[in-house]
């Protein structure tokens, strides 16, 4: 898997929960819907339980 982003050491962590979504097999990332600024992470088990991510901007989303 490469994944590479800016300003990352090889580390993403799942926005909801924190984990770092580089060991997961399965992850989402997308721009947040609202300031499309900010990179939403979320792992395989975040999305599967709709775990609720609050972006910097102070949106929150399933
Ligand atoms: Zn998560
Ligand atoms: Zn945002």
Redesign the pocket.
């Known amino acids: 898997m490469a994944v590479r982003f800016a300003g990352g050491e090889g580390y993403m962590k799942c926005t909801s929960c924190h984990v770092n979504v580089l060991s997961e097999d399965n992850f989402t990332k997308f721009?947040?819907?609202?300031?499309?600024?900010?990179e939403?992470v979320r792992c395989e088990s975040c999305r599967r339980k709709s775990n609720i991510y609050v972006?910097?901007?102070?949106?929150e989303g399933p």
Do not use: E, N, Q, Y
């Open positions: 721009a947040c819907p609202a300031c499309l600024k900010d939403i972006c910097s901007c102070g949106f």
